[in-house]
């Protein structure tokens, strides 16, 4: 008798690779955002590459999640769960190359410090998400995660309502509308890891 593959055996599905490989992307996105500012000569063409390329690897991620995800013998939650995170990950991912194309083109000299230290937080967010994935048969250590993604979330809306008071201030009406449509790009990436969270703690309130 072949031997099943241990994922077949175990509650480790391939499913759960490809959905920290959209935390990654996730993370990658905003760290090119981060750099798009710094970028000139030939590196410009390079950054919105580099940005359409990570747009489309949340995609093909998401489809190689869901493929998995049907194949899976057993799956540490149920699949609706594990289909909601991945594609609220993806969603995030997808407007955080949103804003980083308006950063790009926006020609700004420096990103206002709120903007920086959300894009900070928001890379933190990344990574706790892809720990996460790995915690889902702990629920307590998952726990502690999602309060730590909890703060983080909190800690962006006060720093996206901070940047947002602060546009008023000394701009010009070019540069005004530029960091608002800016903000308003990472704002739907909040909101879309907002929904993530939310959805783990359905997680969490389900399997306890």
């Not at 949340?58 to 013998?73: I, K």
């Not at 909190?154 to 005004?176: F, H, K, P, S």
């Amino acid at each position: 008798m072949t031997p099943r593959p241990a994922w077949l055996v175990t509650r480790d599905s391939p499913a759960l690779g490809h959905l920290t490989d959209l935390c990654d992307t996730l993370g990658r996105a905003v760290r090119a955002v981060a750099q798009a500012v710094a970028a000139d000569g030939s590196e410009r063409d390079r950054v919105e590459r580099d940005l359409s390329a990570l747009d489309a690897a949340a995609t093909a991620a998401l489809m190689a999640f869901l493929t998995a995800l049907r194949s899976a013998y057993v799956t540490p939650v149920p699949r609706p769960d594990l289909y909601r995170l991945a594609d609220g990950v993806k969603t995030a991912a997808h407007r955080v190359v949103g804003a980083g194309v308006l950063v790009h083109r926006a020609d700004l000299d420096a990103l206002p410090r709120n903007a920086v230290e959300l894009l900070e937080t928001l890379g933190r967010q990344a990574e706790l998400l892809a720990h996460g994935t790995r915690q889902l048969r702990d629920l307590d250590a998952l726990e502690d995660t999602w309060m730590q993604l909890e703060r983080g979330i909190r800690r962006m809306e006060r720093l996206m309502v901070d940047w947002l008071a602060a546009l008023g201030t000394d701009l010009l009406q070019r540069d005004y509308n530029r960091q608002r449509e800016i903000a308003s790009a990472l704002r739907d990436a909040v909101l879309a890891l907002d929904r993530v969270n939310t959805d783990l703690g359905v997680v969490l309130v389900r399997e306890s």
